[in-house]
């Protein structure tokens, strides 16, 4: 019997850290043992095998949104949580400012070379990188996907005009921020990015879910 694929699911900021227990549970509840859901803080994400990695040359013919068979054998997935005033928690801090210098890195020399970070002698981008790869000339492409955490009652607007018309993508700009970030240094989705709001959602019913009726499938699609 081949040994089961994993689920890491890395979490920034308290509810956030709540989202991630319902993901994961749920997970190993529905996956009958094909799936292993383990869960991480986003600040330590190396403890999970995630690195952000300087590659070497790389032609226009390289695929960065492939996901072959070892990134198959781990999912990864990121709940980002935005605290009050737009800002990521304190504990998404850390893996957002990573990735956006990563990517800083990556515009700076494309821009020296006169295209795009493609025609630079190398490039930043995000990876995993086991015990097993340390070393390794190619580090596994990443498959993920992001679930972001707000709540729209610590919105400014809204507490001062208790307003309906939020949605909960307006108060998760950290969520979608993360998203954007490790797609452009070449993470591959694995679903659309999932918005909740802790002022109107039940987050373990939603939690549940969405990992049992989109992230699953998608998975098992791979």
């Not at 850290?17 to 994961?24: D, G, L, N, T, W």
């Not at 859901?37 to 190396?46: G, K, S």
């Not at 970070?117 to 070393?135: E, K, M, N």
């Not at 921020?177 to 959602?201: E, S």
Request: proline share 5%.
């Amino acid at each position: 019997m081949a040994p089961p694929r994993a689920l890491r699911i890395l979490h920034g900021g308290p509810i956030a850290r709540e989202v991630a227990s319902h993901v994961a549970a749920a997970a190993n509840a529905a996956a009958d043992g094909a799936l292993a859901a383990e869960v991480f803080e986003l600040a330590e994400y190396p403890d999970a095998g995630l690195d952000i990695v300087r590659l070497g040359v790389v032609d226009d013919d390289d695929d960065d949104a492939r996901v072959d068979a070892r990134s198959r054998d781990v999912i990864y997935v990121l709940v980002v949580e935005t605290a009050e005033f737009e800002n990521p928690a304190d504990e998404s801090v850390t893996f957002i400012r990573d990735c956006l210098a990563a990517s800083k890195k990556n515009r700076a020399a494309g821009a020296a070379a006169g295209d795009d970070d493609r025609a630079s002698p190398s490039r930043w981008r995000i990876r995993r990188v086991d015990d097993d790869d340390v070393g390794s000339a190619a580090p596994v492409p990443v498959a993920y996907a992001v679930v972001a955490v707000g709540d729209t009652d610590a919105m400014p607007e809204r507490a001062a005009f208790r307003s309906n018309q939020n949605t909960a993508a307006d108060c998760n700009q950290a969520g979608a921020l993360a998203d954007d970030a490790v797609k452009r240094l070449g993470g591959t989705r694995v679903t659309p990015r999932r918005y909740l709001d802790a002022a109107r959602d039940e987050l373990d019913v939603a939690a549940a879910a969405w990992c049992r009726d989109t992230l699953l499938p998608a998975v098992r699609a791979l």
